[in-house]
């Protein structure tokens, strides 16, 4: 599939805001996806955004799509010791059901 | 509750041992997809299925087969396991085209 890449680690102290980037390569990418992971656990949907889009706003979570630059990011505003976990970047192409997956970013938050 | 069931939750077994790994949702998806998940590489898709007999090869299928006689359901096989398919697999449905895929809780499977 297209690539989908992320940084590996991000950790950031307790109140402060995240920012985890992702690109992509598949110009054709119609949605685009942010799911989490925690520890022991299956990955669970946090938000998404259309490809005509470029920012979406849901309580602490923002989405900024550049769609020049194939450039998705996910900010999480004061960041919680619960929301250490592992953040995929996903997107789907124009056809087919495949998602592609990023290799996920691991987000440490600190006390 | 609906959800993505899928068992064993962990498996250990032995190189060449036929085994199955079943997934089940009660949501009507149409959509299901078999996913394992390795560090360094994130998640690959395996095989998916768009509908009742109807499936076709992800990214990585070679070692894989599976099957979908009924909406609900949705097994992997691994006919002659091999020590490189030991790895997180997760099993994710969904109700059509560009709608949020639901994971199920993953399946840690040991191949020695």
């Known amino acids: 599939g297209e690539d989908v890449e992320q940084s590996l680690f991000l950790s950031v102290r307790e109140g402060d805001s995240s920012v985890i980037n992702c690109t992509y390569t598949?110009?054709?990418?119609?949605?685009l996806y942010w799911y989490k992971q925690e520890p022991g656990a299956g990955l669970q949907l946090l938000t998404y955004i259309f490809s005509n889009m470029d920012m979406k706003q849901d309580q602490r979570l923002t989405v900024l799509l550049n769609k020049k630059d194939k450039h998705l990011s996910l900010r999480i505003a004061d960041t919680q010791t619960g929301d250490s976990a592992i953040y995929f970047c996903?997107?789907?192409?124009?056809?087919?059901?495949?998602?592609?997956f990023g290799k996920g970013t691991s987000l440490l938050v600190t006390p | 509750e609906a959800q993505v069931t899928q068992n064993p939750r962990y498996l250990i077994t032995v190189t060449g041992k036929k085994l199955t790994v079943t997934c089940s949702q009660n949501m009507n998806h149409e959509y299901m997809s078999w996913y394992r998940q390795d560090p360094g590489l994130g998640l690959r898709q395996i095989y998916y299925s768009m509908n009742v007999e109807v499936t076709d090869k992800g990214d990585v299928p070679e070692g894989y087969k599976v099957s979908r006689k009924e909406k609900r359901n949705f097994p992997l096989i691994l006919e002659s396991p091999s020590p490189n398919q030991t790895s997180l697999y997760f099993c994710a449905s969904s109700p059509g085209f560009s709608y949020e895929q639901y994971f199920g809780p993953g399946t840690r499977l040991t191949v020695t």
């Open positions: 996903a997107e789907k192409g124009n056809s087919g059901y495949a998602l592609n």
């Open positions: 598949d110009s054709s990418s119609t949605y």
